[in-house]
Every structure is written in structure tokens, then in C-alpha cells.
């Protein structure tokens, strides 16, 4: 069925008169005739009665035209979310995201998308940085928020902040008393800390960064989670190195302290495929640009 043609039906249908119904149309009154023969031809039954001075529908046209409008809205809808998705107003955002983050950015970064788009729907996965990289490269997400950059010219990265790193450690231990430390504190203290194995590049980070201060890093317990470490930390097994953006969680018996080493900061990245970015991802890096200013760590 030609749509053009059930458009030129209606039109006719609702003027009842060729010649103004071609103006409607933007076309002139031969063509407009063709294609309504055209129409009945393909239907094969009459539409209009021209027997008289006057157009009118025959049974048969006054039963299309109602279905012939519906047809017609169904895909002008169909058209318009097409062009939406073009747009990126809507369609669905795959998103991973290292577990820090779920404390303070993303919640904040989502709430402003959907404030702007509230037709987009989010796919949200924790995934590890090293697990973003490999995700986005196998196409199963469109955007990770990450704590380093990917090994790959496949992935393209965009800073969104340098975050300060804090000292979780339980609230009667001897670090808890001063209103901030250092890293070099840490020597002989055991560390809870994130699986090395699900992110080899957070340890590895963290590692290089209590070397340069003397301090062996190879956390007693492990997980994947931080409210497991952190748990593991008001339990009092051992102190943690975590993000500021964690502090939002404070289960009973747990204290967070300022780090006063420069050094004492982790970035936290956009990763994406590399080329132009889809609509969809090009919405979430505006967002994140205005809600954030990635300056130097102080």
C-alpha cells in the first residue's frame, strides 16, 4: 500500500473537490487525478462517484477513509520516533560504571539527563574500568564512567574530575583521631581494598601511589563492592583508601578522613567508542561537562 496515495485519499475525502484538495497538497489537479486511479485501480473499487457535479465517496471510500487516517497517524508516529531516536530524544543509554560512583555522579548525572530527556531509558551496569574498556569494545555498552583510560585507540576518554582520596578506617582507631593523614600512615596497617583481579588498574594505582611513600599495598580482604569493603572496615579488620564520593555511605562505627598527600586523588573518566559519538552519548558528555569542572587536583 503507498502511503503517498492514502495521504492524496484523505485529502480529497475531507475537500470533496480535486482542485482544492491539489492546492492542499502543493500539487497541480491532472497529477492528484492519476494517482487517485492509481489507488482505486490498486484497490480495485471506486472511491469517489464523479457521476455528478459534485465528489462524493462511495461506500467503499467512506469505509477507507477512517482506517486510511489511522494508517496515516500510525506512521507519521512512526516517523517522528524515528527522527527522536535520530536525536537521541529517545531510545536506550548502556551504561557502565566502577562502583564508586554509584555513591554521588551517577545519581546526579542521571537525574539531569532525565530532567532533559525523559524519554531516554538507561541499561546501567557496575562494571570495573577494566571491564568498561572490554564491554565497550565488544559493543555491549555506549558509555562507561571509569577510573582509567582504556589501552585501546578503539575507546576515546574524557576527564570529568580528579577525586580526592579518603582514609576509611573504623572510628576508634588511632588514625581517627587527627582531623586528617597521610599515606605513609599506613605502613604495617592492614588494608581492605577493591579486587585486584576485577580491576588490575585501581590496584595498580594505588599500589604506585603508597610505594612512593614506602607502604606495601596488598589488601588482606578483597571485594568488588565498596560496601563490602567499607563494611569490612567498621568491623574493624583493616582501613581502606577510597574516593570521596563514597562517603555518603556511613554504616555505625566507620569514620572517613582526609588525605593530605597530593598525590591522594584518582581521576574518574567517560569512556566511549572512538569516532563521532551517538546523539545519546553526546547528551551525557554535555551533561557532564556543565555539571563538572575537571580541574587539578588541589
Known sequence: ???????????????????RAADRLL?????????????????DTALFDRST????????????YPEAVRLLAAADGVERLMEQR????TGTLRVGFVDSA???VMPRVLAEYRRRRPRVDFE???LSSDEQAQALRAGRIDLGISRAAADSTHVEATLVMHERLLLAAGASHRLT???SACLRDLAGEPIIGFDRSVSPSLHAVLAGMLAAEGVNYDPVIEATEYTTVLGFVAAGEGVAIVPAGVQTFRPPGLQYVPLEDSVAS???????????????VSHALEVVAELYDPQPPA
Do not use: C, W
Open 177 to 179: 583521631e587527627s582531623s
Open 1 to 19: 500500500m503507498n502511503l503517498r496515495r492514502l495521504r492524496y485519499f484523505t485529502t480529497v475525502a475531507e475537500e470533496l473537490h480535486f482542485g
Open 86 to 89: 535520530r536525536g537521541g530524544q
Open 102 to 104: 554509584a555513591y554521588e
Open 27 to 43: 500539487m497541480s489537479q491532472p497529477p492528484l487525478s492519476q494517482q487517485i486511479r492509481l489507488l482505486e485501480h490498486e484497490l
Open 124 to 126: 546501567l551496569h557496575t
Open 53 to 64: 457535479r459534485r465528489v462524493t465517496l462511495t461506500d467503499a471510500g467512506k469505509f477507507l
Open 266 to 280: 584518582v581521576p574518574l573518566l567517560l569512556l566511549r567508542g572512538a569516532g563521532e559519538p551517538l546523539p545519546l
